[in-house]
């Protein structure tokens, strides 16, 4: 069986990205983004999962199977661009839970959120979790890459 | 593209120092790829460490009137610590890129605080001393103002 099957989780507010060209990164969209992450992931030999949902609860409702399913995952929890209600917990504890697994998973952000007063990354108690924000589109193409080393090397 | 790669405390020790947290790869290692990466895509890279905070604060003065187009630091200890770098990448125009090979924010609560955060357009942490190279690849990507 492969193992090079990565889930991409998109949370709250990443199906408008035109809110982050006030940031500074013009000309984004989910499309856009989902493409290029899929084009990178075929170079790399992935089979990807690329989801995006607004709702929470829909988005990780399968989420136990999935860390079983995947090798690999990817999570932006954003959200705070579009609500301050959402939870952090959530993804929080889905990031503990995949590395405990010794599966690698980053948390990506297209903007630098330390510009931002009051938000912070997640803080989750196991090692083996990367976190790159800031790089626009690439924040996940770098995640994507350092991934595909991980696994190699394995 | 120009490019200072600055190094904090301890970095020097690479290799042999918590191997658990930051991996087997040395300095010398982590500077060749660089410098490797960097000459492929025809950019100049000056890799550098120091244990003085002093030492650093003048390197970023230096890259402000040298025009240096990229900083990627990794200021180690002193990224929890350190107003004075704080204040020195501030005055930095250039593209700034904050790197840190194991991930902060999951270890001890004294590193959860960064002073550099804040003043950089991006944050790379926790994908080991690999992280230099793919921060190096990428640079032709990023949207980067060169002089």
Redesign the interface.
């Known amino acids: 069986m492969s193992n090079k099957k990565l889930l991409i989780i998109n949370g709250p507010g990443l199906s408008n990205l035109s809110n982050y060209s006030e940031l500074g990164y013009d000309g984004l969209s989910l499309d856009i983004l989902k493409q290029k992450c899929i084009a990178a992931c075929e170079s790399l030999g992935f089979q990807v999962d690329f989801r995006q949902s607004d709702d929470e609860s829909d988005l990780l409702k399968d989420i136990k199977v999935d860390i079983d399913n995947f090798n690999a995952f990817i999570i932006n929890p954003a959200g705070h661009l579009h609500s301050s209600s959402i939870s952090h917990d959530i993804f929080n504890s889905i990031i503990s839970k995949i590395s405990s697994k010794n599966k690698p998973v980053i948390e990506v952000r297209i903007e630098n959120i330390f510009k931002q007063e009051g938000i912070k990354p997640m803080q989750v108690s196991d090692s083996g979790a990367g976190f790159i924000g800031g790089l626009g589109i690439q924040s996940y193409i770098l995640a994507i890459k350092s991934i595909n080393q991980k696994i190699s090397n394995k | 593209m120009n490019i200072y790669v600055i190094n904090g405390p301890n970095i020097n020790l690479l290799g042999t120092r918590e191997p658990e ?1 930051y991996g087997k790869d040395t300095l010398n290692s982590i500077t060749k790829t660089c410098n490797d990466k960097a000459s492929k895509a025809g950019h100049s890279l000056h890799f550098m460490q120091s244990n003085y905070e002093g030492e650093i604060v003048e390197w970023i003065q230096d890259a402000i009137i040298q025009k240096v187009d990229v900083i990627i630091i990794n200021a180690a200890a002193y990224t929890h610590t350190s107003i004075a770098i704080h204040d020195a990448l501030k005055s930095y125009s250039g593209y700034k ?1 904050e790197l840190h090979i ?2 902060p ?2 270890r001890e609560s004294f590193r ?1 605080v ?1 002073f550099i ?2 003043t ?9 001393a ?2 230099y190279g ?2 190096v ?2 640079l032709s ?3 980067i103002k060169v002089n």
């Open positions: 947290i890129v194991s991930n924010h999951l959860h960064s955060s804040s950089v357009d991006a944050v790379v942490a926790g994908l080991g690999d992280g793919h921060v690849d990428l990507e990023l949207p």
